[in-house]
């Protein structure tokens, strides 16, 4: 009995280890998120004073191409090595050929054929911007299964330092640049930010393979990377097409404009994902086997999530020309008519984060995969007739109309098909629909007064705000939501119960405890 005993307390050790590593991991993983999305805020405004739209607009567009590059060139293998189970040190090696052998391929084909493919996007400005951040794909062919070593033993830290300090260092050189050679400074400052940061990341990485082949462990890599990474290129189609249409069909100005405004208007999204994707798939996995606790969680997650993201994309929408006006300066003030509809966009994508991480967790990524389908043949269909018939306004208005009448409805009826009733995620809803209105009235009059911008921007966010809250918290269900998620002496998991306990069995009950997944999920208002 003595060596049984032995045997759990180290298993609980070697728990703990893993548990603490974890955390730590996700605490740097957050920094790092926060902190880069923060930074790329304020680069943003320093950026808009000294290009002009056309140049931002060139920029953007060789940014769309290698971001699709980049996922498409990835294949999964990071996955597949952050997954492996088994000796990692044997698949390193093929991991690392085959991440060279694809960078290459698609450098080479990124740079010769920038002419065709800026052409194609209606953007030949950006022809020699899109040949500079080639060079990125080859960087990231060197770094990607170092990454995932890292991020496999929980080293976020070091990532986090390496692309803090490659952003430190090469975004204010692109800026410098970018006065004289426009977006082609912009992409030689990135691109010496991902170089700085490759170089911390060989250096600090503790496992450094050299290539070599087993082509039994290649086709174990890409069956393993290849599903998650197709499902990342249906997602990056999906928020892609409508700068592709834009592009197109408006031309590199417009969009300079729009891009401006969608990543403004993702502003609640960005702050929120963080926390939502770090919290909400775990514990939603662990609450699929009690539909009555799922559902509750749910809807509370949903009234505490969208009431943010509700709020954040009414202030966007209803200080939209103060806030250009202020942060990026009076040129910019075109991707107002945009900005205004994206900000709601912007909001329903985190409702719909919700529901994609849930339906995950119930298992339902097939049915997703189809609504991702039907999405996209949406906006490639609706949205070039938007454009031609509104502009950026209408590709604006299209992108949040398709996401609130196709895309949201299609989502609900999965979740319903997976056992949660629809009347108490409606009624999740009521506390949002009370404050939006609320603070809508309060913007129209701010509106009418006609003050100063800054004014404006300042004492109008601040009584939107306070009428947001106030209908928020009037309603009953925004209070509950308020309550389950405040932490107190019986909001945390019973730790004790799982310490003292000698039973394996009674070990992984208490990690399947419904009621502990339902308090951790709580403290995503936190």
């Not at 607009?57 to 088994?86: D, P």
């Not at 290129?233 to 928020?239: E, F, S, T």
Request: charged share 15%.
């Amino acid at each position: 009995m003595a060596n049984v005993a032995d045997d759990i307390a180290a298993n609980e050790s070697q728990d703990e280890s893993l548990g603490a590593r974890a955390r730590r991991g996700m605490t740097w993983s957050l920094l790092n998120s926060g902190a880069a999305r923060l930074l790329n805020v304020v680069a943003g405004m320093i950026v808009a004073r000294v290009v002009t739209p056309d140049e931002f607009g060139a920029y953007a567009a060789a940014l769309l191409v290698m971001t699709i590059v980049l996922s498409m060139n990835e294949a999964g293998l990071s996955v597949a090595v952050i997954r492996w189970r088994r000796d990692v040190e044997r698949v390193a090696p093929t991991a690392v050929t085959c991440s060279f052998a694809s960078s290459f391929a698609w450098f080479a084909l990124m740079l010769l054929g920038a002419p065709l493919i800026a052409s194609l996007l209606g953007a030949p400005q950006a022809t020699t911007a899109i040949r500079v951040l080639s060079f990125g794909i080859l960087l990231d062919g060197i770094s990607t299964i170092p990454n995932a070593m890292l991020m496999r033993i929980f080293q976020q830290r070091k990532r986090t330092v390496a692309q803090l300090t490659g952003f430190l260092v090469g975004t204010p050189i692109g800026i410098l640049l970018a006065g004289r050679h426009g977006a082609a400074g912009l992409a030689l400052g990135l691109t010496i930010s991902n170089g700085v940061a490759t170089a911390i990341i060989l250096r600090l990485c503790p496992s450094r393979p050299r290539p070599g082949w087993d082509r039994a462990a290649a086709v174990e890599l890409f069956r393993v990377g290849l599903p998650p990474a197709l499902t990342s290129v249906m997602l990056l189609a999906i928020v892609s097409v409508d700068s592709i249409v834009v592009s197109r069909v408006l031309g590199v100005g417009a969009l300079g404009f729009y891009a401006l405004a969608f990543n403004i208007a993702n502003w609640p999204w960005n702050l929120l994902s963080i926390s939502i994707r770090q919290v909400s798939l775990p514990a939603f996995s662990r609450l699929a086997g009690d539909p009555a606790e799922l559902e509750t969680a749910f809807a509370r997650s949903l009234t505490l999530a969208a009431g943010l993201a509700a709020l954040g994309g009414v202030l966007i929408a209803s200080l939209a020309t103060p806030l250009v006006g202020v942060l990026y300066g009076e040129k910019w003030l075109p991707a107002v008519v945009a900005l205004q509809w994206l900000a709601l966009l912007g909001a329903l994508r985190v409702v719909l984060e919700l529901c994609y991480d849930l339906l995950i967790a119930v298992g339902r990524a097939g049915a997703l995969v189809r609504v991702q389908i039907c999405w996209l043949v949406a906006l490639a269909v609706g949205l070039p007739v938007a454009a031609r018939l509104g502009g950026i306004e209408g590709v604006a208005i299209g992108q949040s109309a398709i996401a609130a009448v196709l895309v949201l409805p299609l989502n609900a009826r999965l979740l319903t098909g997976s056992g949660l009733r629809l009347r108490p995620l409606v009624g999740a809803m009521q506390p949002i629909v009370i404050g939006t209105a609320a603070a809508t009235l309060v913007a129209l009059a701010v509106d009418r007064v006609g003050a100063p911008w800054w004014p404006t921007l300042i004492a109008g966010g601040l009584l939107v705000t306070l009428a947001y809250a106030a209908a928020f918290l009037a309603a009953g269900r925004g209070r509950e939501a308020l309550r389950w998620a405040r932490p107190g002496p019986g909001s945390g998991p019973d730790l004790t119960q799982r310490k003292t306990s000698s039973s394996p069995k009674a070990s992984s009950s208490a990690r399947r405890n419904p009621q502990r997944a339902t308090e951790e999920l709580s403290q995503l208002s936190t």
